[in-house]
């Protein structure tokens, strides 16, 4: 297992970024609050799971080893693959994984695309003994909540930023992105950073 990569970090988009990693480029796939401290440019070391399947080898990326844990435990649980699994974190942190399993809070876990309600019981049948408690509080636990406005801009316009994008043009994007919610539940950070990108590639 590739315990992490560190190196420079000479790429980042959407949903990855690729490290130089002794003049080798590592493309390591990552949620959006994890490439939001990717800067282009910038030495960086990211806690890494590698997923080995017939017909390729994937490597993801994490913001700490608590986020890498809790991505390989999700895998454990029926039906719940990498990819799923990366978009459970792209909609909650670790620790508000664990409290919506802890708490068997189905609609919680069912904001992450992929996911319904059958699913969600499954989870927290599989995992409410495995994921542990929540630790502290976690700003982060307000990613997908309509009171997130606040984090979510932040997290996107960081990463709009980290992708090249002027401070000036990133706030514009953000605020155009937020002008479309008028209101609405806030999706996931991965899906508001999207947005903000076709909104600063129109001409």
Not at 74 to 97: D, E, F, K, Y
Not at 103 to 131: H, M, N, S, Y
């Amino acid at each position: 297992m590739i315990a992490f990569v560190s190196g420079r970090v000479t790429a980042a988009g959407p949903d990855g970024a690729v490290v130089d990693v002794g003049g080798v480029g590592l493309s390591v796939q990552c949620t959006p609050a994890t490439l939001a401290g990717l800067r282009v440019g910038d030495q960086a070391q990211v806690p890494t799971s590698l997923v080995v399947r017939e017909d390729s080898l994937t490597l993801f990326g994490f913001a700490d080893d608590d986020e890498r844990a809790v991505f390989e435990l999700l895998q454990t649980a029926s039906g719940i693959g990498p990819r799923l699994a990366l978009a459970m974190l792209a909609v909650h942190s670790p620790n508000a994984l664990r409290r919506a399993v802890a708490a068997e809070d189905l609609t919680a876990l069912t904001k992450v695309p992929g996911i319904g309600r059958k699913g969600a019981q499954r989870i927290v049948l599989e995992l409410k003994d495995r994921l542990g408690h929540p630790t502290g509080d976690d700003p982060a636990d307000l990613r997908v909540t309509g009171a997130a406005a606040a984090p979510w801009r932040a997290q996107v316009q960081m990463g709009l930023i980290n992708l090249g994008w002027s401070a000036r043009d990133a706030d514009t994007a953000v605020d155009a992105v937020a002008a479309d919610l008028d209101g609405r539940e806030v999706p996931p950070v991965a899906t508001l950073l999207k947005a903000a990108l076709k909104k600063l590639s129109r001409p």
